[in-house]
């Protein structure tokens, strides 16, 4: 992913002060963009990016693989026009704060994965201007939902949002208010939840725990919500959920076969 940051007022590389930075990234016939103000820290080669709040995302759906691929090479030459500079290190979520201990950290929590279903076709069918307004509608359902909820937004990925949760049944609760706000929309999504460990390590947060989130995501289908067998196992005196086996799955990449289950509503 082609990366930029604006040079501003700064002539040089120096360190500790705030900027803008850009990403684009096209996929087949669909190109990825992601901005917002970071925070740079050290210089020449030590030099650190670390997005100061979570970045802004927008999906353009170009229609073929040539227009998208024409819409990223003039999105690239703007950036170079305007007092941008090629950025080739990676931009981190957050900062450590300077008191805090470098060692990385382990935390436990139960980690939610929304996609939309089939949005490539529904954003082709309504034209940018109808699906950009629909998915403004879309995250503010969701991030309402999660503040009720008490689940913290880690990310969005291109059409879906990865939150956390200290408490399983309050991550499944959000999952099933999200469906049902969401379909006033129009939109079908599918949801998977994890329980396990991840590291936070830099400001980012990094573990297999993510990884097979999106893997029990991938495996539901519109409408449904899948948990996985660990969460399911912190859930033994919550008699109020229902679950319905949905058998063993091998998940790409992930080690084992793994029990699902489905959300009874």
């Known amino acids: 992913m082609p990366k930029f940051l604006r040079i501003g007022v700064h002539q040089s590389n120096v360190s500790g002060y705030t900027s803008k930075a850009w990403c684009v990234r096209r996929v087949g016939s669909a190109v990825f963009l ?73 935390a436990l929590a139960t980690i939610l994965i929304v996609d939309i279903v089939g949005s490539t076709a529904k954003a082709a069918k309504l034209g940018d201007a109808r699906w950009t307004k629909i998915m403004g509608h879309y995250y503010a359902a969701v991030r309402k939902e999660l503040k009720t909820s008490r689940g913290k937004e880690v990310t969005t ?70 948990v996985s067998s660990a969460v399911k196992d912190l859930l033994k005196t919550q008699s109020a959920i229902s679950f319905r086996d949905h058998g063993v799955h091998q998940l790409k990449g992930v080690p084992e076969k793994w029990r699902l289950w489905r959300v009874e509503e």
Not at 79 to 101: Q, T, V
Not at 175 to 183: D, L, N
Not at 196 to 225: C, N, W
């Open 34 to 106: 992601k901005w917002g103000a970071v925070e740079v820290h050290g210089a020449g080669d030590g030099r650190k990016v670390y997005w100061s709040r979570l970045p802004q995302e927008k999906t353009i759906r170009c229609g073929t693989a040539q227009r998208a691929q024409d819409y990223a090479k003039a999105a690239i030459a703007r950036r170079r026009n305007h007092r941008y500079e090629p950025l080739a290190g990676p931009i981190a979520n957050r900062r450590r704060s300077g008191g805090g201990s470098a060692e990385p950290k382990q």
């Open 157 to 226: 990925t291109g059409d879906g949002v990865l939150a956390t949760f200290k408490a399983p049944a309050a991550g499944i609760s959000c999952a099933t208010a999200i469906q049902k706000a969401v379909r006033t929309l129009g939109l079908d999504i599918r949801v998977g939840l994890h329980a396990g460990e991840y590291t936070i390590s830099g400001g980012e947060m990094v573990g297999l725990a993510f990884h097979i989130g999106t893997r029990v995501a991938a495996k539901a289908r519109a409408g449904e919500v899948l």
